[in-house]
């Protein structure tokens, strides 16, 4: 695969990548955002309008790729990893980006995600996690918190949420990034880190519905709570934050603590610092877990370590068999092995050939 | 029964035979789709017409000596007269009592029937149902029974060769085929090179093989008394190269011929499902010849990337049996909105449901033909025998991408397992196909501005620079391309989806018959009935009978001259193997007709002796 460099002058402002047609999200959806920093990560690459296929499901968020202005495919409820995961081995030149809510993602296509994240294909998968079904009008997600009340759980739910970066590190997943929908430097900036990783790059946004689950993450986004809860990790960075920045997280036995600095003597050596390529991802679980109240969540580049690339290593081992094969042609396969011929006038075979 | 000297007066010497049916059936570890195809590669490469009929369980191993557990290999082999496998076995070798229990409703009368001596001991009768032992209580009175010590003289033959006991229990299939080739008079080079080939890296295990070969080639020599020993003249063809090859091999290459043809990469998503799981692990051999294979994590995912491939341009497939077909249908309707070129191969099996996985029916055409949401029209054709597959796989491959539009290969059991001798054709021979891709920037394009003879859009693949375009399963404007929910354009929409899958109708064959001149019958079949329905309508018409057929390999649309040959008969009978599918087409397509009907569901092929009956008793009427 090529790689990108930052080119110099952009090829496009980011408003440049929308496309002609009027957006239709709720005021206030956190999509608009998302959008956002989309096209300000494509500005920055420097990505050709026609080198990029948008792959949508179904839900609000997948009416992306209708937004902009490049190769896009609205596709079907839960299925944009495998119509993606077909794109990227018909065009390995393809950029592609994969634009799924909590539904698509972990529900209804939590197959594909899996397998996808699994065989390691290089592409780029926006998980809008919202935590509820947002087209539907209002009924839980497999993200829901346990005991929320919506219109399919009057009662409350009853069922445990997964934990996304969770799963994409069970599944052997080797870029994830979380980053919420208030924050488009940070979008952007991790999008195109996704894009520079070679093979499945899942970025979990916290993304709030205005509608059905507004406010659901403000514990974590607020302007008035978000320093102190959340924790934005940068590689090779001890992890600090706080709204004094005096607050750290350290390794004690197999668990993760938060501490003060200035605090029993803890100084900064005594923190983690964080490491997103290393090939263990015991700390990055551990990292993806942290809940509040007792943590802040973990923002930014959670984990990127380079692997096997389900299509780069396809092509090569095509490439290796075109090399290798003992046929010229289809001609040649087709004539090949136990062959008879009959002649003309004698209708009768002469032989094996 | 005959003892073998009171046969060997009458039946020694050589028979000779226009074809014959031959089926070898044992135990499902006992080798016998392996003794089969070996004898079907002989008698092919030596220039006899051949159709065979594997018919195995499902299980793996069904336990040991029961019924349940009997694999069978028939083939038929003749210099003329081959249309399809055979009703009834001529020659049948049971390597155990329950192989013969499982064959003794389907014998003709004085078959030839090779046993395992040594397999019918008190507790193999017992597996089997068998109260008393039929070689002794005048159970195949009639037939001429051949029983040698076939475990015993096989573990003689190569006690030196230095296998374990299993290792050499395995290679009594190859005693009796030896035995049969003797029989039949037939070469064994051919087998024995397998043989040195395949096990180059075991000689012991070749070593033993051959000589468990020669020895029963040697019993049926030497032995006094031999029931009869047959020859069957090889076939007169047309002249050319030819090989043996089963129906998902030949529909395996015609797709690699068909993206060829159309200057494209072949992508197949599938995921493994008997009886179409041969057609993936064939393509995925052959990334030499850029064929790239997704054995996808399930048959949603198989399709759904297969029209993400499509999307980006390459020739796009998926393969599945019926089960799969249920799980692709929302996908089916995303290609069928989205207009991608797309090819769904569904090798039918007995349903509903699991079914009968190793049976064949005809029991998904309904399910092709309206089995989605919404109106959703798509391409369906046919597959009439396992060489023509190969045609068939091309011309889904020609639809498709020339018409923009998904197509429905409808393939089944028989005609996927069983083979036949297959011309070999070159790329040259084979239609040309252009799909309408645009490269270069247009400005009258739309994404679903269409050609006025086929109504396809164009093919814009994604890289294709300043023709950005978005699709996808929302309605779309009919010119814009934008998402639209506009009453009068959805209908429009409807309309010309429908249209432009019936002027396919245009651009395929016209439908042919055979029997000028008759008036009274037609009969009519589709898909891979077409060998045992031709052979008993070019039987009944030798006998002078007023008959004639008409196949189908185009499904939907229909060709044009459909009506015109119909409306020639004064009756109308269609055959297939399920409760009237393609029937209530019919009466829905061209209800002009009245169309009588003749159903099996049995998981089981037509027999032209049960078709013959059928005809004449119509034809009485």
Known sequence: ?353 | MKSHEEMSGTMNGKEAMESVVIKFAGDSGDGMQLAGTLFTDTVAVHGKEIATFPDFPSEIRAPQGTVAGVSGFQVHFGSSGVHGPGDAPDVLVAMNPAALKSNLKDLRPACTIVVDRDSFGKRDLDKAGFATDPLEDGTLDGHQVLAAPITSMTKAAIADAGLDNKSADRCKNMFALGMVYRLFDQPMDQTIGFFQHKFKKSPAIAEANIRALKAGHNYVLTMEAVPATYTVQPAARTPGTYRNITGNQALAWGLMAGAKKAGKDLFLGSYPITPATDIMQELAKHKWAGVKVLQAEDEIAGICSAIGASFAGDVAVTTTSGPGMALKTEAIGLAVMTELPLVIVNVQRGGPSTGLPTKTEQSDLLQAVCGRNGESPVVVLAASTPAACFDRAVEAIKIATEHMTPVILLSESYVANGAEPWKVKTLDELPAIHPPVLTRPDPAWTPYGRDPATLARKWVVPGTPALQHRIGGLEKDECTGCVSHDPQNHEAMVALRRQKVERVADFIPEQKFRGKGAKKLLVVGWGGQFGTLFGAVTELRSEGKDIAVTHFNHIHPLPRNTASIFEQFERIVVCELNSGQFANYLRAVLPQFTYLQYNKVKGRPFKVSELKEKFNELLAQ
């Open chain 1, 1 to 353: 695969m090529s790689t990108i460099g930052t080119p110099a002058q952009p090829l496009f402002k980011p408003k440049e990548y929308a496309s002609s047609q009027e957006v239709k999200w709720c005021p206030g959806c956190g999509d608009y955002a998302v959008m956002n920093a989309v096209q300000r990560a494509f500005s920055e690459l420097g990505l050709k309008k026609e080198e990029v296929a948008i792959i949508s499901g179904i839900g609000c968020s997948s009416r992306f790729p209708y937004y902009m202005d490049t190769y896009g495919f609205h596709t079907i409820h839960g299925r944009p990893a495998a119509v993606a995961t077909g794109v990227k081995l018909a065009n390995r030149d393809l950029r592609v980006w994969v634009m799924a809510g909590d539904g698509d993602s972990l529900a209804i296509g939590g197959n594909h995600f899996i397998h996808a994240v699994r065989r390691n294909v290089d592409m780029n998968f926006i998980l809008f996690n919202n935590q509820i079904y947002g087209l539907t009008k209002g009924q839980y997600s497999p993200t829901t918190e346990r005991g929320t009340v919506t219109k399919s759980s009057p009662f409350g739910t009853v069922e445990n949420p997964f934990s996304v970066g969770e799963l994409v590190l069970g599944a052997q997943g080797r870029f994830f990034a979380r980053v919420p929908d208030t924050d488009v430097k940070l979008m952007a900036k991790v999008m195109v880190e996704a894009e520079k990783h070679q093979g499945l790059s899942v970025v979990e946004v916290l993304q709030n519905c205005v509608i059905f689950n507004d406010e659901v993450f403000d514990a974590i986004t607020s302007k008035e709570t978000r320093a102190d809860n959340q924790l934005i990790l940068e590689h090779g960075k001890p992890m600090r934050f706080g709204a004094n920045n005096d607050k750290g997280i350290r390794l004690r036995g197999l668990e993760l603590e938060v501490v003060t600095l200035g605090q029993n003597g803890i100084t900064e050596t005594d923190l983690l610092v964080h490491d997103a390529t290393c090939a263990s991802n015991v700390l990055h679980h551990l990292l993806a877990q942290m809940r509040l109240p007792d943590f802040p969540i973990a923002m930014g580049v959670i984990r990127s370590t380079a692997g096997p690339v389900f299509d780069a290593d396809l092509a090569a081992q095509m490439k290796a068999e075109q090399e290798r094969s003992k046929y010229a042609s289809l001609d040649a396969l087709f004539l090949s092995g136990n062959t008879f011929t009959i002649q003309p006038g004698t209708d009768k075979p002469d032989g094996i050939t």
